[in-house]
């Protein structure tokens, strides 16, 4: 935990933000893995099975056909089959309703300061630690606090899987809008025109953005176009030669507290709700905390989130009031408009 301190040299981490990447996976996992279920049961069952670690959230929403949210988390463990620790790199909640055939997605900047729910005492860090600090639980609770929104299933999928994924659906073929070679991410080279991708093209393709005129806009868009390009491949009947691959990703690169029995549903109740996806986004304010550079959500936006998604899952809106309310006003210097860094101060309980 960061409170108050004497400044030193401050360096900016440089982070690849997985952002909408990460979760767009998610969604088509969630989409397609029980359309591979019903066609190749028992292989899909045992599978899904090794992904599925319980948690203290129980919920029969999706049992029921009701609308649920989930905790998306992108994790990067630095080893292939381990999603059990590791700051999450991409938090996301989504929201999935089969009344409206809605998914609202809205990211949480990793570097958003939150307090740890369920910690023995006081303990408020960037949101990302949550994982680390208190597995899938803690992570849940965290997120669920910061925004007030029920939150009852969470998965988790390692940062690998995504060249993983795209090299057992055989490639991915895209429409590469304009000839790049991009040093940031490997310095493979892109051609204007119809290429085939394989996992490691693919990974690259979605990464890149400095050399994007549009920036960020633009790599959002290629991300999509890959997400589709995956979910073309993994719902065709060419790709069932591969399937026992994408299994074994899965298996292997996932945890979650979806049971085989809640995928199957999502794919026969929910499935109308993947056409119409929206995303968005926790906006935060750059500050220093400490020598720590984090992201300071407003009362304002996190009200205004709080209030998307709670209208996405069918409930009532409440007035917003956690641990980080009340630190934004023990800093009523903080100005919520500012374009530059500014300090901000946690306060402990003992400061109060």
């Not at 997605?105 to 949101?127: C, H, W």
């Not at 998965?155 to 991009?182: C, H, R, W, Y």
């Not at 051609?191 to 960020?216: F, I, Q, T």
């Amino acid at each position: 935990m960061e409170t108050r301190s004497n400044h030193r040299h401050r360096q900016q981490p440089k982070r690849f933000r997985w952002g909408r990447l990460i979760g767009l996976i998610v969604i088509v996992g969630l989409f397609t893995v029980g359309a591979y279920a019903l066609r190749l049961y028992s292989q899909a069952k045992y599978a899904i099975d090794n992904t599925y670690h319980a948690t203290k959230h129980v919920s029969t929403n999706i049992a029921q056909k009701k609308p649920f949210s989930i905790l998306l988390l992108g994790v990067d463990t630095g080893a292939e089959g381990r999603v059990d620790k590791g700051n999450s790199d991409s938090m996301i909640v989504a929201v999935i309703n089969p009344k409206t055939n809605k998914t609202t997605m809205v990211s949480i900047p990793r570097d958003t300061a939150a307090e740890l729910i369920g910690t023995k005492e006081f303990n408020m860090q960037k949101v990302n630690a949550a994982y680390n600090v208190g597995g899938s639980d803690m992570a849940i609770n965290t997120v669920s606090k910061l925004v007030n929104v029920p939150i009852s299933y969470y998965l988790t999928i390692n940062m690998g899987a995504l060249e993983k994924i795209v090299n057992a659906v055989g490639g991915v073929d895209v429409d590469v809008p304009f000839s790049f070679q991009d040093p940031y991410t490997g310095n493979q080279k892109f051609k204007k025109g119809h290429m085939h991708l394989n996992g490691s093209m693919a990974l690259a393709y979605s990464r890149m953005r400095h050399a994007d005129p549009e920036g960020d806009y633009g790599r959002q868009k290629r991300q999509q176009q890959v997400i589709k390009a995956i979910l073309k491949k993994a719902i065709s009947v060419g790709s069932l030669g591969n399937f026992t691959k994408l299994m074994d990703t899965i298996s292997k690169n996932i945890a979650t507290n979806l049971s085989f029995a809640d995928m199957q549903s999502i794919f026969l109740n929910y499935r109308g709700a993947a056409k119409t996806i929206s995303t968005d986004r926790l906006k935060g304010v750059n500050a220093w905390v400490g020598d720590g550079a984090y992201q300071i959500a407003s009362d304002a936006e996190m009200q205004r989130v709080s209030n998307k998604l709670r209208k996405a899952l069918g409930l009532q809106t409440e007035p917003i009031s956690n641990e980080e309310t009340k630190q934004n006003a023990k800093n009523p210097q903080f100005n919520f408009k500012a374009t530059t860094n500014q300090n901000y101060i946690i306060y402990t309980p003992y400061d109060r």
